[in-house]
């Protein structure tokens, strides 16, 4: 009987947390969402939780982690948040000009845009202060975050930005125009302290 626990807790640890990711999700927009589902606050936004279960080139399926999955797993929210954490390693940076070459005339030269090697719901990188950090040592500037979709952001050293008051017009002029709903994140800039190392609204 023993062996059999332990069969069941190596599957859960190896073959299910492996697949967990994070996703951050508007939470006023998905209010209702939130409220069904394991998830935790994260500044403005929410954390919600996914499992993927293909990743083929062309394609990524994956299912949100519900309260009665994650109660038939046999774990709780940490469990899930800490999993997302730790498979956060598999982040990519890509130059601006690979995506968005209008952006270019006020976000600079500098700009990058951060998301996962699967660019799904790859806004969840915004946690990964490591990154951040190295980015930030490597410009030895402060970042500003701008919530690009659900799938990735792009961080600019805010040196590089003559201003920063007009930001949330043209974030929110950018998503009115250019997303659906449920890829927005979020309406307003971010940005990271590289002497905090902290992340914070602006």
């Known amino acids: 009987m023993n062996s059999k626990i332990i069969a069941v807790d190596e599957y859960r640890d190896k073959l299910v947390l492996k697949n967990i990711m994070g996703q951050l999700i508007n939470k006023e927009l998905h209010r209702e969402l939130v409220e ?6 994260y500044l403005d936004l929410g954390i919600i939780y996914r499992i993927i279960v293909a990743a083929e080139t062309e394609e990524v399926v994956s ?3 519900t309260n009665s999955l994650m109660d038939y797993m046999g774990v709780c929210e940490e469990h899930l948040y800490n999993a997302a954490i730790e498979n956060l390693s598999n982040g990519i940076e890509v130059e601006l000009e ?29 946690l990964c202060t490591n ?9 030895d500037s402060d970042l500003i975050i701008f919530p690009s979709s659900i ?3 792009i961080v600019v050293p805010e040196c590089d930005l003559s201003r920063t008051d007009n930001l949330k017009t043209i974030i929110h002029d950018v998503n009115n125009m250019c997303l659906d709903s449920d890829d927005i994140l979020s309406d307003h800039p971010y940005r ?4 905090k190392r902290f992340v914070s609204c602006l």
């Open 36 to 41: 069904s589902v394991p998830h935790r606050n």
């Open 192 to 195: 990271y302290d590289r002497e």
């Open 151 to 153: 799938h990735e952001i």
């Open 131 to 139: 990154r951040l950090d190295v980015i930030s040592r490597r410009f």
């Open 63 to 65: 299912f949100i982690v």
């Open 98 to 126: 690979s995506f968005i070459p209008a952006h270019e005339r006020f976000l600079g030269n500098r700009a990058l845009v951060l998301t996962n090697e699967l660019y799904v719901n790859g806004a969840f990188q915004m």
